[in-house]
């Protein structure tokens, strides 16, 4: 007995870990010092080929918008809204019967922020985002994301 479950042990680790591996978003995060004390951070996405994100300007019983929240920091002031750059598509989606809004390959967020003083300070906040291709969707998921800000760079 003691030999069949070592044997069939490592088939269920197999088995969890492949079940966990389907992630087709790569993120990546910097920050760019624009002026004076302007910066803007950069929270990057990239696909894999056929997947989509859906833009955060999705509204009704669709899918799940990309949201931003980020932690409160003294030293940091957000400045507007978080921006998207990258090919928009629209397309009316039968599945969910409204037209929605998303980009496949690339597309940068940016949020503009206004440091408070000349000190380094990591901007941090949360992600949340549903991703799609043509045959099926996968559950929203929440990623946290740490972007360090330092004036002397």
């Excluded at 809004?101 to 380094?120: E, I, S």
């Amino acid at each position: 007995m003691k030999k069949l479950i070592l044997a069939i042990l490592p088939f269920f680790f197999f088995a969890a870990a492949f079940a966990q591996m389907e992630n087709p978003v790569k993120w990546t995060y910097t920050a760019k010092k624009i002026k004076g004390d302007v910066y803007e951070l950069h929270m990057t996405a990239m696909l894999e080929p056929k997947w989509h994100i859906y833009s955060q300007d999705i509204k009704g019983d669709g899918p799940v918008p990309t949201s931003f929240a980020f932690d409160k920091n003294p030293l940091v002031k957000p400045d507007g809204k978080v921006a998207e750059m990258g090919k928009l598509e629209k397309e009316f989606d039968k599945n969910f019967g409204m037209t929605l809004k998303y980009y496949g390959n690339k597309v940068d967020f940016v949020q503009r922020v206004k440091l408070k003083a000349a000190v380094t300070t990591m901007a941090k906040g949360k992600i949340t985002y549903m991703v799609c291709n043509d045959k099926k969707c996968l559950p929203p998921r929440d990623i946290l994301f740490a972007i360090r800000i330092d004036p002397k760079s």
